[in-house]
């Protein structure tokens, strides 16, 4: 990269994840600001735009702007759309995003994918690298999005080197901000777990997330890696450790989703879930710590207070309230 100033497209850009990046770039670069679900307010910002990939506008901010680099937060979760409109969205709307890079000559792009692609099972090893083969659209339909968009970003960084392509793949994000299926567990007064079962999970804040995704831009290495802490907890101590009352539920995949959803006051609950929590998913983070000078700055124990403490703040102003 030279050392002139770049303008960078960041996507999801009204998410705590986007945002925590582009606090990153601001001093530094020129932010272009995309969301499809609302236009995002950042104080320094006046790039910012709501606008979805698959319609005409999008191409139009590429012609307006002479963009030099992507990077792509915007990653519908499945507690945000149904499967249609996650594969429109993650899949398509992805695609449509690299071949306009293509089109205007961009020259890099990172994409934020995730740990689910693997899948949970109970055969997984005990650290899963990058070479571990993507299970998870073969073991849940909601996931098929997930590993698509992979495999469309697989094509890209092959057929289109110029775009010099790197995919993260973190583990859970946490952290303030973030409204993540797993991060609104952590944030409930009940929450879930499956008699018999507390797997091992990784967390990773939400400004370590950030410094991963901004490592990636700043050290332009193509490829795909697993972001994740070296330290891990079980499901159920995590619960204890937000302050989490946990509600035990039958193993039944069937009747789990709607279960939880109506324990934990939820309009959703994504029902590939279940598997979660019943079988560890430990990605090998070592790759990316080693070649991009990654080590996070936040522990467990300082993911869990923050939710902890929120869950307190929460309750004395509902004291405060009644009284």
């Keep these: 990269m030279s050392e002139q100033r770049k303008t960078v497209l960041v996507t999801g850009a009204a998410g705590a994840l986007a945002r925590a990046v582009i606090r990153r770039l601001l001093p530094d670069h020129d932010i272009v600001a995309v969301d499809f679900r609302k236009r995002a307010d950042i104080e320094g910002l006046t790039n ?44 398509l709307g992805t695609q449509r995003l690299l071949n306009l890079c293509v089109k ?33 659209s073969g073991l849940t339909h909601d996931l098929i999005d997930t590993v698509e968009l992979e495999n469309l970003c697989n094509v890209y960084l092959w057929k289109h080197p110029e775009l010099h392509i790197t995919v993260l793949r973190p583990c859970h994000i946490a952290g303030p901000g973030v409204r993540n299926s797993m991060s609104r567990l952590l944030s409930s007064h009940l929450a879930p777990t499956l008699l018999g079962f507390s797997p091992m999970m990784q ?54 989703p709607h279960q939880i959803a109506k324990i934990l006051n939820l309009k959703s609950f994504p029902s590939h879930l279940v598997n979660y929590f019943k079988y560890p998913v430990i990605i090998d983070g070592s790759a990316f710590a080693e070649q991009f000078g990654f080590k996070p700055r936040f522990k467990l124990d300082q993911i869990f207070r923050y939710y902890r403490e929120k869950k307190r703040r929460e309750d004395l102003l509902s004291m405060f309230r009644e009284a």
Aim: proline letters at 5%; glycine letters at 8%.
């Design 48 to 91: 910012t735009y709501k606008v979805d990939f698959n319609k005409r506008g999008f191409e139009d901010l590429f012609r307006r702007h002479q963009i030099d680099g992507v990077i792509h937060v915007g990653r519908i979760g499945t507690h945000e759309s149904n499967l249609t409109g996650r594969y429109n969205s993650n899949v």
């Design 104 to 136: 205007y000559e961009v020259r890099q792009v990172v994409v934020l994918s995730t740990f689910f692609v693997y899948g949970a099972h109970a055969q997984n090893p005990t650290l899963l690298d990058e070479e571990a083969p993507l299970k998870a």
């Design 203 to 256: 967390f990773i804040h939400v400004e370590d997330m950030a410094e991963a995704l901004f490592l990636a831009w700043n050290k332009v290495k193509p490829g795909i890696f697993n972001v994740a802490p070296k330290d891990w907890v079980g499901y159920q101590d995590a619960l204890l450790a937000c302050g989490c009352t946990r509600v035990p539920l039958v193993s039944i995949p069937g009747l789990i």
